[in-house]
Structures are given as structure tokens and as C-alpha cells.
Nanobody, 125 residues
């Protein structure tokens, strides 16, 4: 059974940084494409970053491009989301997701089968 556990969320001031981690309990982590999503109250869950199985390709929407960085450590079975220059619009619950049936970048929430429980990120002064 695939389990994902996020950590690293919290309260941060505007302009600050946070690093989220997602530990994945699977036999072969490199078989899984990974994504980070967020969901704010009253809004749909949106992809903020995605990475291929090998880590060679990444995706970011314009809203976070240049501020967020996704990376993965296949030996540690962990995916990270470095978030810089945070602003109040980044406030949301952040989820990591995993999928092993897709070869490339997976940016749609409908494509992911496995999800973590989420971690709250609040950007406020």
C-alpha cells in the first residue's frame, strides 16, 4: 500500500520561505511521478509543481514559477517543495500526490491515485 506523509507546513510572514517534504512508503520510489497540489477554501485543488520519475523534467504554473522548486531524492523516497517569496495568496492546504502509471509530467489532479493527508501553509503578517 502506498502512503504519503507531508511535513513542513506552518505559519510564515509574507516574503518568507518554507520547505515542504513528502515521504513516500513504496518499494520503488523511482517508479512514481510526483506532484504537489494546493487547495484554498472555496477553490479547486490545483497543481503547483510536478516532477517526472527520474526528476529530469518539472512543471510549474505561472502563479508560482520562479518562486517554487520541486525536487526529489529517490534514495530517501522523498519529494520536496521549496517555496520562496510567499504571499497571502499561497495560503492553502498543500498535498503531495503519486502515480506510477504515467511516464511523463502529470499535472492533473485526476491522474493521481495516491495522496497525502495535506499540510497547512498560512502566509500572514
Amino acid at each position: 500500500q502506498v502512503q504519503l506523509v507531508e511535513s513542513g507546513g506552518g505559519l510564515v510572514q509574507p516574503g518568507g520561505s518554507l520547505r515542504l517534504s513528502c515521504a513516500v512508503s513504496v518499494r520503488t520510489f523511482s517508479d512514481y511521478a510526483m506532484g504537489w497540489f494546493r487547495q484554498a477554501p472555496g477553490r479547486e485543488r490545483e497543481c503547483v509543481a510536478a516532477i517526472t520519475k527520474s526528476g529530469s523534467l518539472t512543471y510549474y504554473p505561472d502563479s508560482v514559477k520562479g518562486r517554487f522548486t520541486i525536487s526529489r531524492d529517490n534514495a530517501k523516497k522523498t519529494v520536496y517543495l521549496q517555496m520562496n517569496s510567499l504571499n497571502p495568496e499561497d495560503t492553502a492546504i498543500y498535498y503531495c500526490a503519486a502515480e506510477d502509471k504515467y511516464l511523463g509530467l502529470l499535472t492533473s489532479r485526476h491522474g493521481y491515485e495516491y495522496w497525502g493527508q495535506g499540510t497547512q501553509v498560512t502566509v500572514s503578517s
